[in-house]
């Protein structure tokens, strides 16, 4: 079964940066500050984008263009894009189980 989702990237200043690497995917990714748990959290992940350990994908796309109009600082040349992803669940490898007693 393949389900249908998006993801968020913000760019800067008119960039026209292409997205081709895992390290490119981390610096522009949207991360929506209400997925910390405090600011300093929040502020820790966006200043160590090379160490993210996770990532927003949006199953509602309504919901992932609203978070890529948003920005709270944003100017002129800035703007979001929102990239549609496939993910296929019949393929995926279980990589852990937890206990189940």
Same mark, same amino acid.
């Given at each position: 079964? *393949?389900?249908?989702? #998006?993801?968020?990237?913000?760019?800067? &200043? +008119?960039?026209? =940066?292409?997205?081709? =690497?895992?390290? @490119?995917? @981390?610096? #522009?990714?949207?991360?929506?500050?209400?997925?910390?748990?405090?600011?300093?959290?929040?502020? @820790?992940? &966006? %200043?160590? !984008?090379? *160490?993210?350990?996770?990532?927003?994908?949006?199953? %509602?796309?309504?919901?992932?263009?609203?978070?890529?109009?948003?920005? /709270?600082?944003?100017?002129?040349? &800035?703007?979001?894009?929102? !990239?549609?992803?496939?993910? &296929?669940?019949?393929?995926? /490898?279980?990589? +852990? =189980?937890?206990? *189940?007693?």
């Amino acid at each position: 079964m *393949k389900i249908k989702a #998006y993801i968020v990237l913000k760019f800067l &200043d +008119y960039d026209q =940066t292409k997205i081709d =690497t895992p390290n @490119k995917f @981390k610096e #522009y990714l949207f991360l929506p500050p209400e997925s910390y748990a405090s600011k300093e959290e929040f502020i @820790k992940a &966006d %200043d160590n !984008r090379d *160490k993210l350990q996770h990532f927003q994908v949006y199953l %509602d796309y309504e919901l992932a263009k609203a978070d890529a109009e948003w920005s /709270p600082g944003s100017v002129i040349g &800035d703007y979001g894009e929102v !990239r549609e992803i496939e993910i &296929d669940l019949e393929n995926l /490898p279980t990589i +852990y =189980t937890s206990p *189940k007693d």
